[in-house]
């Protein structure tokens, strides 16, 4: 699975805008930048391409609702079949590889489960993460956006959530098999370690990844109980990002919670829960001497990106860097394994 070959021109401002914002995206650029070039899309989408060309020699661009400056000048230089120097500039700064190791394992990857779209705290429409998707290479995805009690993150209802897989089903049956989007939620666990969704609407889902996102600062024999209830739980098949620790980037730092590791990985070996490898350098979440604990009692595990955005899909090469340091099999990570044995193994 390797990164998507950056386009040459010519190419269409379509094409050449949001491969600018794939690179924003994975560069961890500013977000009301990548909005602007989305609004832009959005704004272009429908307008015929000789209408485009047209005000792109009158110099009347700006006047669609939604293109500003940057955006102009990108549209133009595509329609006139020339690579826009923002582009060239954006590749320059982002188009290298996020890391030098892991590559082997990245290519062994067919999918990723843990990613948000904008029905929950993510930046795009579910219809975008999977296009990107596609175009990494990937040959499923699962959709997991938040429960309700994460209202910070606008965690979807019992009603919202049921509205969003006849959303996913429409997709699937557009994608007619080349493609599959798992349905999915990223669960919050509550204190008592129950999962923050009505268990007949998780029994819909094909896959559930369980996190704890409130009171992290609990002390070990509480959060120990906690973590194994949920991981305990026949519903849940992934414990994400299990300290909850942030070693960087905006939001600050955050220590890692206590709990007793090895009752929680066995818990997890016991009831075939995966352990996952969260890929955002943010989080770099478990703690490598977690990771290899995991790794000698047997675990499963799982490389997700926890993307928030298309370009963000892409992180999952760091945690394959990490996996491949600490020798993990590449049969013992879930998101190598063809999508109807994922089905399987969650259902199992």
Aim: aromatic fraction near 4%.
């Amino acid at each position: 699975m390797e990164q998507p070959i950056p386009p040459q021109a010519p190419m269409s401002p379509i094409e050449a805008l949001r491969r600018i914002c794939f690179l924003l995206e994975r560069g961890r650029e500013s977000s009301y930048r990548v909005d602007a070039f989305r609004r832009a899309i959005e704004a272009i989408t429908l307008v015929p391409d000789d209408e485009l060309r047209e005000r792109v020699e009158a110099g009347t661009l700006k006047q669609i609702k939604g293109i500003g400056d940057s955006s102009a000048a990108i549209i133009g230089q595509a329609v006139r079949g020339v690579m826009p120097a923002y582009l060239a500039s954006t590749e320059e700064k982002h188009g290298e590889p996020l890391t030098t190791g892991g590559a082997e394992l990245y290519a062994a990857l067919r999918g990723d489960l843990h990613i948000h779209s904008s029905w929950s705290d993510g930046g795009s429409p579910i219809e975008e993460m999977v296009l990107a998707g596609v175009e990494l290479g990937h040959e499923w995805l699962a959709l997991t956006d938040h429960s309700p009690r994460l209202k910070v993150a606008n965690g979807l209802t019992r009603e919202r959530l049921g509205e969003q897989l006849r959303r996913v089903d429409a997709i699937n049956a557009s994608l007619g098999g080349t493609f599959t989007l798992l349905k999915g939620i990223e669960v919050d666990i509550h204190l008592d370690g129950t999962l923050d969704q009505d268990d007949d609407m998780l029994d819909q889902l094909d896959v559930v990844t369980a996190s704890i996102h409130s009171k992290l600062r609990q002390p070990a024999y509480e959060m120990t109980p906690r973590m194994v209830a949920a991981v305990r739980n026949p519903r849940t098949n992934v414990l994400a990002h299990c300290t909850g620790r942030l070693v960087t980037g905006g939001r600050g730092t955050r220590p890692q919670s206590q709990f007793d590791a090895e009752k929680v990985f066995r818990a997890c070996l016991e009831n075939d829960v995966a352990v996952e490898i969260n890929s955002r350098p943010e989080r770099c979440d478990p703690p490598d001497e977690l990771i290899e604990l995991a790794r000698d009692l047997g675990c499963l595990f799982t490389i997700d990106s926890d993307a928030h955005a298309p370009g963000q899909l892409d992180m999952k090469s760091l945690g394959c860097e990490r996996a491949e340091r600490l020798g993990i099999p590449a049969e013992r990570i879930v998101t190598t394994w063809a999508v109807e044995d994922v089905r399987a193994w969650a259902k199992g």
